[in-house]
């Protein structure tokens, strides 16, 4: 046991000596902070210019017509000449010619805008849906359709998600939340384990190209060296992630109150939001974002199943995978090399990380919940799961399978890192390996 410390303590200082190491554990909190940031900086530096457009209505029917913004200004010509306007376009001083076809009516392509720069999407927006309601307006009354009528019975539908848990009690269910969560540790665990593997295979095969390795097991068995390396790296990623939890909520709390916008605003701004000046409806108000709802979604995910089950399942698939990978690091060498035993390898996670859209949009479907159980795949498919709500005997059953699994993975690879370790200038074949498993 002292020994395999003793390794695990030579590959863990080796590593975090390292000037990588220390640059990503300083880069790395920056580059979170700022992702959790940016968001609300660009929606604070939405372009502030004033856009006067010039409106060239040739049927006559949108003057005055179209609201305006704080931004967006339209001045209307007083004929339809478009060559002349567009001729005198550039000592004009417009923005844009917005340009009205009198096929409008009837066609959805007879609408135009002019500009020598790139008119952004919130001003094509604002004016394709402003022609929108006027033509569906127009159309309405030369039907003997009574406009206000049709705004009277259009109901749009905000479906509120409530789940019933064991004991019958109610939570308000945000998917969007739970969707990114589950996202983001599906993709982190994926990184994780195939970045942390070919540490630990990479580590095995500049040992035994420097024939250090012969000097190394002349005093420790080669399934102590193995364990140490495997164990050494995970401290090494822990660490990692540990000063990027603590240095990125360190950052976030020190910068967001500078930059973030006053709460008091925010909910004033959902409740009156404004288009061209008039308030919006109250169905459409209902499709922003509910803040309410965000929280109490967070308040009913179960944050400490959530982290034990991150470390576990992180810690099962980083061994599982390890071992695998200093066997292959063992069998070779050189890194070209490893090529042919890597891909059968990594078909597992790469499926796993192919399936993760389909398990946040339907984490109990069949696939989705063998794929959680099965130990190759559990890591990442159990851990996107999770946020949902997984029951305590499917999570046991999964913990239960990967350990098994590691377990045995790990002895076979044992067998192959304690033969292949010390072959030098000849590639190993299927059935060698399966000769030095059965030993």
């Known amino acids: 046991m002292s020994k395999i410390l003793t390794i695990i303590e030579r590959e863990y200082t080796t590593r975090v000596k390292q000037k990588s190491f220390i640059i990503m554990s300083l880069l790395g909190p920056i580059l979170f902070a700022a992702i959790m940031i940016a968001p609300t900086l660009l929606m604070q530096m939405d372009d502030t210019e004033v856009k006067i457009v010039q409106v060239v209505d040739s049927t006559h029917v949108f003057v005055n017509q179209l609201p305006e913004t704080e931004y967006i200004k339209f001045v209307y ?67 003997g359709v009574d406009p206000a009528i049709i705004s009277a019975v259009k109901t749009n539908i905000n479906i509120n998600t409530i789940k019933i848990t064991d004991d019958g009690h109610e939570e308000t269910d945000n998917l969007t939340l739970k969707m990114i969560l589950s996202m983001i540790m599906g993709i982190v665990i994926y990184m994780t384990i195939f970045m942390s593997g070919n540490q630990v295979m990479r580590g095995v095969i500049e040992e035994k190209t420097n024939r250090i390795i012969e000097v190394i097991v002349s005093s420790v068995k080669p399934m102590q060296l193995m364990m140490g390396k495997i164990l050494g790296v995970s401290l090494v990623t822990l660490t990692q992630y540990a000063l990027w939890i603590v240095l990125t909520i360190g950052l976030y709390t020190a910068i967001a109150p500078l930059l973030m916008p006053d709460t008091a605003q925010i909910e004033q701004t959902t409740q009156l939001m404004t288009v061209g000046g008039s308030q919006v409806s109250q169905s459409e108000a209902a499709q922003n974002i509910d ?34 990978f200093a066997a292959i690091g063992a069998m070779v060498d050189n890194e070209t090399d490893t090529q042919q035993f890597m891909l059968p390898i990594s078909l597992p996670l790469i499926l796993a990380l192919i399936v993760l859209t389909s398990t946040m949009t339907n984490p109990d479907s069949t696939l989705n919940f063998w794929l959680s159980i099965i130990p190759f795949t559990s890591p990442i498919i159990m851990l996107a799961r999770i946020p949902y709500g997984v029951p305590y005997s499917e999570l046991f059953l999964s913990a239960f399978l990967l350990i098994i699994t590691f377990i045995t993975i790990t002895w076979m690879a044992g067998k192959i890192y304690r033969t292949g370790i010390l072959m030098y200038g000849k590639k190993a074949t299927m059935k060698e390996i399966w000769r030095w498993i059965k030993k």
Do not use: W
Request: with cysteine.
């Open 77 to 143: 010509a007083p004929d339809a000449d478009l060559q002349r306007y567009k001729s005198e376009f550039k000592e004009s001083g417009f923005y844009a010619i917005l340009y009205i076809s009198h096929n409008v009516v009837n066609s959805g392509n007879a609408v135009y805008l002019y500009s020598d720069k790139n008119p952004s999407l919130d001003l094509r927006a604002h004016i394709s849906n402003n022609i929108e309601k006027r033509l569906e307006t127009e159309k309405l009354r030369a039907c």
């Open 291 to 324: 803040a309410q709802s965000i929280f109490s979604t967070f308040s009913s995910i179960n944050f400490p199943v959530i982290l034990l089950s991150f470390l576990f399942f992180f810690l099962g698939g980083y061994f599982l995978y390890s071992a695998m």
